[in-house]
């Protein structure tokens, strides 16, 4: 089902980006300065990662304070990216979000942040397309509980270890994994 709006003419052109090597407590006065949810982190051009409000909460509950100041962005941020076209129907990005879990899509040319498309930006053109959104977190939550009530197993909230994306996750063999990589073994 294809909506017809294509993911650069709703795209934020005006991302807010760092330097992979930035102290995280610096990298939290920025997204606070600019009020944003998340960091693009890139070099010379070239996308290193994204630093979201998620990383920090986790890096938070692991660190101290006065150890944000030397933490780097990089060594909490999500690493494992996945990108997005300019040219591509915000329908696939939404998709393509669920899939991943992520809120956030860099839009890349030849591997280069252009922008950055978040939920935010497609719900604020696509009002309606709203239901489709819920729709899918509804279910998911359904399914999480049910597979609670269901399991014995013990479950927090937290960065997976396979995948490093911030999560539900379940004990695996000693390892916590989020719900995606414990299927995926």
């Not at 933490?71 to 979000?97: F, G, H, Q, V």
């Not at 960065?159 to 390892?175: K, M, P």
């Amino acid at each position: 089902m294809k909506i017809g709006v294509k993911v650069g003419d709703i795209m934020t052109r005006d991302y807010t980006s760092a330097k992979p090597d930035i102290s995280v407590l610096h990298a939290v006065k920025l997204m606070v300065k600019k009020r944003v949810g998340s960091l693009i982190l890139e070099d010379k051009d070239v996308l290193k990662g994204i630093l979201t409000e998620g990383d920090i909460m986790w890096a938070l509950s692991k660190k101290s304070v006065k150890d944000l100041k030397k933490i780097r962005a990089i060594e909490i941020c999500t690493k494992k990216i996945i990108t997005i076209k300019p040219s591509a129907d915000i329908y696939d990005a939404i998709k393509l979000m669920k899939k991943a879990k992520f809120r956030r899509l860099p839009v890349t040319v030849k591997k280069r942040v252009i922008g950055l498309l978040t939920m935010k930006d497609i719900l604020r053109i696509q009002p309606e397309l709203f239901d489709i959104v819920r729709e899918n977190y509804s279910i998911k939550e359904e399914a999480e509980k049910m597979k609670r009530v269901k399991s014995a197993e013990t479950f927090k909230e937290g960065v997976c270890e396979e995948c490093s994306n911030f999560d539900i996750l379940y004990n695996v063999d000693g390892q916590l994994m989020c719900e995606s990589c414990r299927e995926a073994m």
